[in-house]
């Protein structure tokens, strides 16, 4: 089953259960969706790819609000609950991303592999890592090039 057809029936069954949140979020990655097959320079087809790539953007858009919204204490606590949710519902259509072990070490073989130690080549090594193919969380690619390097 596609993702479209899921959201679609995500969203039918959360209307008959008056489920808000759920609501919320599916209606917000389809206006998304929307928004994406209609920008100028799309010419491919409404597919699953699209839906992940916008279902991942949305993910990281919306983790970073929710790093905001902890930061501001009781004020945004319905805010931060709604992110987490979000998030959480979200990433049943995101492929896994490495966890930080493997990432770790792939980080290290890469390091080793290209022979560097200097920390202003933070760069080469993360975009090598990155072009590897492998589903990886840029920021945490990031931190753990740098900790490796001594920056």
Do not use: C
């Not at 010419?43 to 953007?57: C, K, P």
């Not at 709604?82 to 995101?94: N, P, S, V």
């Amino acid at each position: 089953m596609s993702i479209e057809t899921e959201l679609r029936e995500e969203l039918t069954a959360a209307m008959k259960a008056k489920d808000r949140p759920r609501l919320d979020v599916i209606r917000s990655v389809q206006s998304e969706v929307s928004a994406a097959k209609t920008a100028p320079g799309f010419s491919g087809e409404v597919d699953d790819d699209l839906h992940r790539a916008v279902i991942s953007t949305y993910v990281k858009r919306v983790g970073k609000a929710r790093e905001e919204y902890a930061g501001m204490g009781e004020a945004a606590a319905t805010r931060l609950a709604q992110a987490e949710f979000e998030i959480e519902y979200l990433q049943r259509w995101l492929p896994q991303a490495l966890g930080e072990a493997e990432t770790r070490s792939l980080v290290e073989s890469t390091i080793a592999d290209l022979g560097v130690d200097d920390p202003k080549q933070a760069g080469r090594v993360i975009g090598s890592i990155m072009k590897s193919g492998a589903d990886l969380d840029g920021g945490l690619v990031n931190r753990l090039v740098r900790e490796a390097l001594g920056e």
